[in-house]
C-alpha cells in the first residue's frame, strides 16, 4: 500500500531565505508525483509535476525534484515571498489499477514572514 | 475560460440524513475525481469518473456514491451521514483522468459539509 510523508509538517522563514520541502514514498511504481499548493478555504493548484521518467521539473522561483529509486521528492522554492505562505502537498499517481488516483502526503504548512 | 465549480460551498446537515454534492467540470473536460479532506486523515480519494463511468473507487463505504451525466458534470451523495463525514470534499477535473504538465489536474474550492 503506498503511503506518502511530508516533512516537516510546519514551517517559518524570513521573506529571502530559500527553502527545501520533503515528500517521501513507499512504493516506486508510480506514474506521476505532483506538487500542489493549497490556500486557507481553498482548493488545491498543481505547482509542478513530474513523470516518473523524469528528474526535475521547473516552474519560475520552484523547483522539484524526483528520486524513484529511493522514493524521495523535494520542493525547492527560491527567494520565498510572504505570498508563498499555504500548504503545499505531493501527491503520487500509482500505475495499473492506481492510475487516476492520487494518494497525498499531509502537508507542509508553510509562514513566509514580511 | 470557467473554473471546476463546485456547489454549494457549504453545507449543515444532520446525522442521518442524506446529502447531495455537485461538481460542473472545466469545458472539455470528461474525468472528474472527488476528494475528501478532514485535518485528520487528510485528502483521500473517492472516486473518478470518465465519460460516465466509474472507474476507480477508494476505500470509503457504501454510502458514499456518485454518478456522471452525459455533459460530464458530476454528483457525489452520502447517505446515512455521521459525524465523522464532516469535511471538506473537492471535486478535480482533467482531460483524461491522468494530468501531465500541459494538461494538470484543476481542482474545485470544494463543499464545507458539517454534520451536527
New interface residues.
Given amino acids: 500500500k503506498q503511503e506518502v510523508t511530508q516533512i516537516p509538517a510546519a514551517l517559518s522563514v524570513p521573506e529571502g531565505e530559500n527553502l527545501v520541502l520533503n515528500c517521501s514514498f513507499t512504493d516506486s511504481a508510480i506514474y506521476n508525483l505532483q506538487w500542489f499548493r493549497q490556500d486557507p478555504g481553498k482548493g488545491l493548484t498543481s505547482l509542478l509535476l513530474i513523470q516518473s521518467s523524469q528528474r526535475e521539473q521547473t516552474s519560475g522561483r520552484l523547483n522539484a525534484s524526483l528520486d524513484k529509486s529511493s522514493g524521495r521528492s523535494t520542493l525547492y522554492i527560491a527567494a520565498s515571498q510572504p505570498g508563498d505562505s499555504a500548504t503545499y502537498l505531493c501527491a503520487v499517481m500509482g500505475l495499473g489499477s492506481n492510475t487516476g488516483k492520487l494518494i497525498f502526503g499531509q502537508g507542509t504548512t508553510l509562514q513566509v514572514k514580511p | 475560460k470557467a473554473g471546476?465549480t463546485q456547489t454549494p460551498r457549504y453545507l449543515i446537515k444532520t446525522r442521518g440524513q442524506q446529502v447531495t454534492l455537485s461538481c460542473s467540470p472545466i469545458s472539455g473536460h470528461r474525468?472528474v475525481?472527488w476528494?475528501q479532506q478532514t485535518p485528520g486523515q487528510?485528502?483521500?480519494?473517492l472516486f473518478?469518473y470518465?465519460s460516465e463511468t466509474q472507474?476507480?473507487k477508494?476505500n470509503f463505504p457504501g454510502r458514499f456514491s456518485g454518478r456522471q451525466f452525459s455533459n460530464s458534470r458530476s454528483e457525489m451523495n452520502v447517505s446515512t451521514l455521521e459525524l465523522g463525514d464532516s469535511a471538506l470534499y473537492?471535486c478535480?477535473s482533467s482531460l483524461s483522468?491522468?494530468?501531465?504538465?500541459n494538461s494538470?489536474?484543476?481542482?474545485?474550492?470544494?463543499t464545507?459539509l458539517t454534520v451536527t
Fill in positions: 471546476v474525468s475525481s476528494y487528510g485528502l483521500q480519494f473518478e470518465f472507474r476507480n477508494g473537492l478535480a483522468g491522468i494530468p501531465t504538465s494538470p489536474l484543476h481542482f474545485g474550492n470544494g464545507r
